[in-house]
């Protein structure tokens, strides 16, 4: 009998100690790096660093892996040099973000069947024949730790990602609240459960007071840089900047199989100084294509910011489209800035990264302000770039919805709303703008970024500081 009560005592103090444990999990996640292929190096120097402290440690990225370096986007397999550099880093999963999309369904399919970490994506059911592997969600098991990681895409006002329509055809989307909400049983089956959102922060804010069963959102889609994190109705939110400006670093305390705490910090990536020599060296192969570095034109004073670049694009359009007018989807403007000196192939393919082809159409004044306001609706509410033209516009501040186009020459006079123009823009441009014009658009049998380089070494200097032709009123 005593011996009886020893072993009793014994078994309760064991498990008054497991009661009382406490284990964390650590994280590593990424989000919108768009191709930043030289911020990689540095990137594999921190998770080896950390996964040296954290052997279990979880690296995620929240989508928009690809498109921002034709070194990248243009290699033979397109994106393949960020699935390497990936797996090479041993990230564990990624959702899927809109940018993910613009290798089109077997392209996609061809990179998931690369990728040594699995692709999450809960709102979307591809065809059967595209053989992609998505799932929607995944358990990891962390030192212990049972993690269920659950992924969703942004949909834009067409009801599918904000990539080129063709692009996701045989795809079927879903609302993501809708399609989160039928995994709630991974509460009960895990300690921690994370949604991986590539829905933008907004939207992940207004989403966490419907998620009371998700411990933490690993955001992306809107590029907000956050301290560490926040928390918005008991939900911890993570996200960063977009290229690799940094990550985040966040450590979960649990307690009885419960999180208790929550931290998290930022870690600098672009501009850091040590990195991993493997993942340098697996860089500079890919880097090896001395065709990208031809320089184009001088830039004689510096672009400082997205209108003075999409101006150069819409007038490299009617130059070299023998155009009368253009217009460029802001969302289509690929960086902010470039300073003074050479503007070379690869700058222009970081600029415009999407292969859309160029896009001649006949259009009234009037089918043109329908096209820029259409664009304007469906390219995230920011008003295209133009050439040839300066346009005044009236937004409605409670709405956002667009209440009144003027079309203005350069010379500040009133464009016709009656005569037909020679109009260029790209190809998703139209594709997104469905309105009853009378020309759906003839293909130039070109890309809009060889237009653009076309136009730069016929110009040979460029100077854009200043313009300004949206005026919002």
């Not at 840089?225 to 649990?254: D, S, Y």
């Amino acid at each position: 009998m005593k011996r009886f009560w020893i072993a009793s005592l014994l078994m309760l103090l064991a498990l008054g100690m497991q009661a009382g444990e406490k284990k964390q999990l650590h994280i590593l996640s990424a989000n919108d790096m768009h191709a930043a292929l030289e911020c990689m190096p540095r990137l594999g120097f921190v998770a080896d660093s950390l996964r040296a402290l954290y052997p279990d440690l979880l690296v995620l990225s929240a989508g928009d892996n690809r498109s921002g370096d034709p070194l990248n986007d243009m290699y033979e397999i397109p994106a393949y040099p960020m699935v390497a550099l990936m797996n090479m880093i041993g990230f564990k999963a990624t959702t899927l973000g809109n940018h993910e999309f613009d290798s089109g369904q077997e392209g996609l399919a061809k990179l998931i069947g690369m990728s040594n970490f699995v692709t999450l994506c809960a709102n979307m059911q591809p065809d059967a024949k595209w053989n992609m592997h998505v799932k929607p969600y995944q358990v990891f098991d962390c030192g212990g730790i049972k993690v269920g990681v659950i992924g969703a895409v942004a949909l834009g006002v067409m009801g599918i990602p904000e990539s080129h329509p063709m692009n996701t055809v045989g795809i079927k989307f879903t609302d993501p609240l809708q399609s989160l909400q039928q995994y709630q049983f991974l509460r009960q089956e895990c300690d921690v459960v994370l949604f991986l959102s590539h829905l933008g922060f907004n939207t992940d804010v207004e989403l966490s007071a419907q998620l009371p069963w998700v411990d933490i959102i690993v955001g992306g889609h809107s590029h907000t840089q956050l301290k560490g994190g926040e928390m918005h109705n008991g939900l911890f939110i993570t996200q960063n900047k977009n290229r690799l400006a940094c990550v985040t670093h966040t450590t979960l305390t649990l307690e009885d199989g419960k999180v208790v705490d929550r931290q998290a910090e930022n870690i600098t990536i672009r501009g850091g100084k040590n990195e991993n020599k493997v993942v340098r060296a697996l860089v500079n192969y890919f880097s090896n294509n001395p065709a990208f570095q031809r320089v184009l034109a001088q830039v004689d004073t510096p672009f400082e910011c997205y209108e003075e670049l999409g101006s150069m694009m819409c007038d490299a359009y009617i130059q070299e489209g023998h155009a009368d007018l253009s217009f460029q989807n802001s969302g289509g403007v690929r960086f902010e800035t470039k300073p003074v000196g050479g503007f070379s192939v690869q700058d222009v393919l970081r600029l415009d990264p999407f292969q859309n082809e160029a896009i001649e159409l006949q259009l009234t004044g009037k089918e043109l302000i329908d096209m820029l306001t259409m664009c304007y609706n469906n390219d995230g509410h920011a008003f295209p770039y133009v050439g040839g033209m300066k346009v005044e516009y009236t937004i409605d501040p409670a709405t956002k919805a667009v209440k009144k186009v003027v079309l203005l020459g350069l010379d500040g006079k009133k464009l016709s709303t009656k005569k037909v123009y020679k109009v260029v823009t790209n190809s998703y441009t139209v594709a997104i703008c469905p309105t009853s014009r009378k020309d759906m658009g003839q293909g130039m049998g070109k890309i809009t970024a060889q237009l653009i380089m076309d136009f730069l070494e016929h110009q040979g200097h460029v100077s854009y500081n200043g313009t300004r032709r949206l005026i919002k009123k």
